[in-house]
């Protein structure tokens, strides 16, 4: 009994240390599919690359087909009214976005479109990842009553104190994500969403270019 105990915890050990292996990690852990479209759209919209491709993991784990029972859809979980108002912000004819809604399950599209709106919520919240992330969870409408109401600051961080338990396990689980994979995939291009980006989001929105 005692013999199979050392076993068991021996090979924990094992699992454990393969685990922490950069490539290990990388394969089972925090993998980068559709790597060349997030990286295109994260830089075309100006927003980081690690937390596009956390919140995909966190929202879908990665599964095109992912529909959630509030009607969210695909990779990043866009719900088709949201997709319609990204459509009408992008420009869009009304038969490119009643196709690109009625693709949403299409990593491409899914993926374009939850880039923009990742990048237009940083945009809304002067660069604060914390109170985009939330909104990206809750909506926008929330977040800004909870603003309001809390008083808090552009410079809020406090993830506690978010109301809804959903949100605050969401945006914790994101930002860990971010780490993670700044840290395997490349810790020098790694950007925590300062204002300048802000600022370069706000003149792509400006003079938006497709």
């Given amino acids: 009994m005692i013999k199979r105990f050392v076993v068991i915890c021996a090979a924990l050990v094992v699992v454990y240390l393969l685990m922490s292996v950069p490539p290990v990690q990388k394969k089972f852990l925090y993998p980068f599919p559709y790597r060349s479209t997030v990286e295109s759209y994260s830089s075309r919209w100006k927003v980081d690359k690690f937390l596009a ?20 859809v ?23 976005a009643v196709d690109d809604i009625k693709n949403l399950r299409d990593s491409e599209t899914n993926i374009r479109y939850g880039t923009w709106y990742l990048a237009e919520l940083e945009d809304e919240f002067k660069g604060n ?12 409408g929330n977040v800004h009553e909870w603003i309001k109401k809390n008083h ?48 370069l989001r706000f003149a792509r929105l400006k003079n938006l270019s497709l």
């Fill in 53 to 72: 491709i956390s919140v995909m993991k966190v929202e879908s784990n990665f599964s095109e087909t992912a529909h959630s029972q509030s009607g969210a």
């Fill in 74 to 96: 695909g990779l990043m979980q866009i719900m088709p009214e949201t997709a319609a108002w990204i459509a009408y912000q992008l420009g869009e004819t009304p038969e490119e």
């Fill in 129 to 140: 990842d914390v109170l985009a992330l939330a909104a990206y969870n809750a909506g926008r």
């Fill in 152 to 199: 808090w600051s552009e410079n809020f961080s406090d993830v506690d104190k978010i109301p809804y338990a959903e949100t605050r396990d969401y945006v914790k689980r994101v930002l860990h994500c971010r780490e993670k994979y700044a840290k395997l995939y490349s810790t020098n291009d790694f950007i925590s969403t300062p204002i300048a980006l802000h600022e």
